[in-house]
């Protein structure tokens, strides 16, 4: 088994050994769990760092003969003919790095998850594999195979581990995911029928040299680029999500469990990112500039949407997803900037964000754990009684609201930086939903911290006073740590990122004019 291969299916050998353990052995089960998301961690530091020492992603590269789906004999050898293959560029390997430092939190995090454990940290290793089987793909086959694997994991990760209402949490995340799962896939056959393959360097060959000699293709239309796009575009709407497509993300961050919505928030909703960018400009640049208006609209419509209702809400866990719902509007405005400094702010904006929604929904879980309630007018003065826990609150919504030296400054600037460069106006707008996020992020931690309590409680069957509660435990306070450390390294060093991203917004712009 090759680098990348090891990487992406290590986690199946924690699977493997799970099956063994009886259910009753939860601190082996936790163990296990956690130990077999180390693996893919170090490797993708590894890579990381030979990366930053000057060494070429492509020789990581790799690919298999699989099935050929047609054999006539005026067809080359390479035409309609999938092959297993993984690669990785700077872009795909900060998503991978992601997906595995929050993999690695979200198992130790999971310590608070009682019911079933054996299960869950089963289905939470097979959604770790698809996270990273999605970026290490080099084909859409394989890139639509691991997505529907995280499809799968998370509607059972939500449905039986989930809240009160987590059954109808999951069937509407399975529903709209399942929609854009499909538009995908109607996208993926028509592109795999018109040019005889998957992979997604000879699709970009084909599609921007179409009449290159050797090359099988049945030329595609104006029109009909227009409407693929249109059709990748929607699909990845769905599950970045964008409004009005974005009900079933309120749902999910509420009832899943912290540790999953960690993985969600801050993993799940940038493959929509991640696509736009990587199938929206990459395969279709000149096709992308005729919707980069209306992206950018919807951005400022999710930034103001989500900001507004995240002002108005009493639960901390929905302050949270609106939240999310108006952040990703950055990565939106970004794409839709269509420039260098736009196109680089909204891959800042998903890497930031994934960071501060994993650290936010990490110390959400805490709340749950020790008072039963994450009501913001149910708990106050919690400064008093758990004072690590409050700092860490207070450092997750400074970076929500983008407080320079953090990374979600980084990643708002730049996106709106290029924004303004093509569209003032609109972008001055968009800005006022940066003003509500001050707001309501300052709102709901200074009243969780600081406020009056109005009924707070424990847990059932815990009668302990409120001094009594117990602050961050390790395995509460190193995770807490790690994200914190990251996101003011990546807020005071962003060129940790932008080295990595330099080729790969080096072709962006080529295909794009400029």
């Known amino acids: 088994m090759t680098f990348l291969s090891l990487l992406v299916f290590s986690p199946l050998l924690g699977i493997g050994l799970l099956a063994w353990v009886r259910k009753t052995e939860t601190n082996m089960i936790q163990w296990i769990g956690t130990a077999a998301t180390v693996p893919p961690l170090l490797l993708s530091l590894f890579a990381f760092i030979e990366s930053v020492r000057g060494f070429p992603l492509e020789r990581l590269d790799e690919a298999h003969h699989w099935v050929r789906l047609a054999d006539f004999p005026f067809l080359t050898d390479a035409a309609y003919v999938i092959r297993y293959e993984l690669g990785i560029d700077g ?256 891959i800042f904006q998903s890497i930031a964000h994934g960071l501060i929604a994993a650290l936010s929904f990490l110390l959400v879980g805490v709340l749950a754990d020790r008072w039963g309630t994450t009501d913001i007018r149910r708990l106050g003065g919690l400064a008093a009684s758990m004072p690590v826990f409050s700092g860490y609150l207070l450092t997750a919504a400074l970076a929500l609201l983008g407080l320079p030296g953090l990374a979600g400054f980084v990643g708002e600037f730049t996106a709106f930086l290029g924004l303004f460069a093509k569209k003032p106006i609109l972008a001055a707008v968009g800005a006022l939903g940066l003003i509500f996020a001050a707001a309501y992020s300052l709102k709901a931690v200074l009243n969780v911290t600081f406020g009056r309590a109005r009924g707070s409680q424990p847990p059932a069957g815990q009668s302990e006073p409120r001094e009594a509660v117990a602050d961050l435990r390790m395995n509460e306070a190193v995770p807490a740590f790690i994200l914190v450390a990251l996101i003011v390294a990546v807020g005071v060093y962003p060129q940790l990122l932008a080295g990595q991203l330099a080729a790969a917004l080096e072709t962006m712009m080529n295909g794009l004019g400029g």
């Open 91 to 346: 872009l795909s390997l900060l998503f991978i790095v992601l997906t595995a430092v929050l993999g690695t939190l979200a198992a130790v995090a999971s310590l608070l998850v009682n019911e079933e454990k054996k299960g869950y940290f089963m289905w939470l290793l097979a959604l770790e594999v698809g996270m990273l089987g999605v970026f290490a793909a080099a084909n859409f086959i394989w890139f639509f195979f691991f997505l529907e694997v995280t499809l799968v994991a998370m509607f059972l990760l939500v449905g039986k581990w989930g809240g009160f209402e987590r059954e109808r949490a999951a069937y509407s995340y399975l529903l709209y995911n399942g929609l854009g799962s499909a538009l995908l896939l109607v996208v993926i056959a028509v592109l795999v029928a018109r040019t005889g393959t998957a992979n997604f360097a000879l699709l970009d060959d084909m599609l921007h040299h179409p009449v290159a000699e050797g090359q099988l293709i049945a030329p595609l239309t104006s029109e009909a680029r227009h409407w693929l796009l249109g059709g990748l575009l929607l699909a990845f709407a769905f599950k970045l999500p964008a409004v009005p497509l974005h009900r079933w993300l309120i749902r999910v961050h509420v009832e899943a469990p912290p540790p999953v919505v960690m993985l969600h928030a801050g993993v799940l909703l940038k493959i929509a990112a991640y696509g736009m960018i990587r199938f929206g400009i990459g395969l279709f640049p000149d096709e992308f500039r005729a919707f980069a208006g209306v992206i950018a609209a919807l951005g400022v419509v999710n930034i103001l949407y989500g900001a507004l209702l995240a002002l108005r809400q009493h639960e901390l866990k929905h302050v949270l997803a609106y939240s999310s719902v108006s952040h990703m509007g950055v990565v939106l405005v970004g794409l839709g900037a269509l420039n260098e400094a736009g196109i680089q702010g909204a």
